[in-house]
């Protein structure tokens, strides 16, 4: 039955609209009326960045981090949400400039690792075991600036001491080819399970797989989710939706192309992604076209989507499907699929 899925999004997924070539288009929205309109929209998890969860932690300390991260916790049991996760932001302080855990200076790796720390915190404070790392800097403008092997090292190091700080953290590795680098050294889901198997518990390194991400590496999204989901390591995933080799767009889920979303929420479907609490999280933008009122649609739009497309998986002609097969008709199978989704 579609609807046993838990939905997820992050409180940037509502936004103002801003892009590198001009500014904010919609008024900002509250951090709590955002957390209202989760309900509303059909979501039970909120996605945190650890200063989503506390605006200027760089300025507190410690305890003052954890308290304030306590009273959002408080929020959300009101709202009757939970924090699927939280991700150490890494990529605006002026000392992540050249990277964080990568970063050719000491004194700034020394910073992420202190800022990786506060996040834990954070996410101990908000009932949540799980940390995403979208390592966003960790890659070169040019490839000469850091050393390919040391920048490998230097995460494992990183991901050793988040392993060590809670020895129930899970951690979840978005990787992502480019934007804002050139080249990342974590481009892809393959990269990132083969890094946590140089980490002292692998079993607690995985995967959180973004379909644009995906599709900028030029790879099909479902497959790198099979591959993700063979190694039990699919542990969430940001769907979406991208037209081609460009910017990261983080288009409504399905809004390019139908049936790559179709396989991508059929496999999860098949390999019952969720049963183990995981949540499906979306990473999607609104239009920069879209007004205020109207500017949650990509969210409501992208869930609605997933569901009718796992519906379509269901109702598939399995039996048909392993005839075809087993015949290597794939030239009927293709026309099966294609038809299926255009509803005959
Ligand atoms: C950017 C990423 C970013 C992460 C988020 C959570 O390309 O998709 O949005 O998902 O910061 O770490
Ligand atoms: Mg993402």
């Not at 050793?160 to 680098?181: R, T």
């Not at 518990?201 to 991400?213: C, K, L, T, V």
Request: with cysteine; hydrophobic share 40%; aromatic share 8%.
């Amino acid at each position: 039955m579609a609807g046993e899925f838990r939905f997820s999004f992050g409180p940037w997924n509502i936004h103002e609209g801003a892009d590198p070539f001009g500014p904010a288009v919609r008024d900002s929205i509250e951090f709590g009326k955002k957390l209202k309109m989760y309900k509303q929209l059909g979501f039970d998890g909120v996605q945190f960045h650890d200063d989503d969860a506390v605006p200027g932690m760089n300025e507190l300390s410690g305890e003052q981090i954890i308290k304030k991260a306590k009273q959002v916790h408080s929020i959300l049991d009101d709202e009757g949400l939970v924090a699927e996760f939280i991700a150490p932001r890494l990529w605006e302080d002026a000392r992540t400039i050249d990277g964080a855990y990568t970063s050719n200076d000491p004194s700034c790796r020394e910073y992420a690792r202190q800022r990786t720390h506060r996040t834990l915190d954070i996410a101990n404070a908000l009932d949540t075991k799980l940390v995403v790392l979208w390592l966003a800097r960790e890659g070169t403008y040019l490839r000469e600036a850091k050393d390919s092997k040391v920048a490998v090292d230097r995460i494992v190091e990183a991901l050793n001491d988040i392993l060590a700080y809670n020895p129930e953290i899970k951690v979840a590795i978005e990787a992502k080819p480019n934007e804002p680098m050139d080249h990342t050294y974590i481009p892809t889901t393959g990269h990132a399970i083969a890094l946590g198997l140089l980490c002292d518990d692998p079993s607690r390194i995985g995967a959180n797989i973004e379909s644009a991400h995906a599709i900028l590496a030029g790879l099909d999204p479902s497959d790198e989710m099979g591959f993700a989901l063979a190694h039990k390591k699919l542990f969430s995933v940001h769907l979406n939706d991208q037209n081609g080799l460009k910017f990261d767009e983080d288009k409504t889920f399905g809004a390019v192309d139908l049936r790559r979303a179709f396989n991508q929420a059929r496999i999860l479907d098949q390999y019952d992604y969720g049963r183990g609490g995981e949540f499906v999280g979306l990473d999607v933008k609104a239009m920069r076209t879209q007004k205020l009122e109207v500017s949650t649609k990509h969210l409501s739009n992208s869930r609605a989507i997933f569901l009718r497309l796992v519906e379509l998986a269901r109702s598939l002609d399995k039996n048909r499907v392993e005839e075809l097969i087993g015949q290597r008709d794939y030239e009927e199978l293709d026309m099966l699929i294609i038809n299926h989704l255009m509803g005959k």
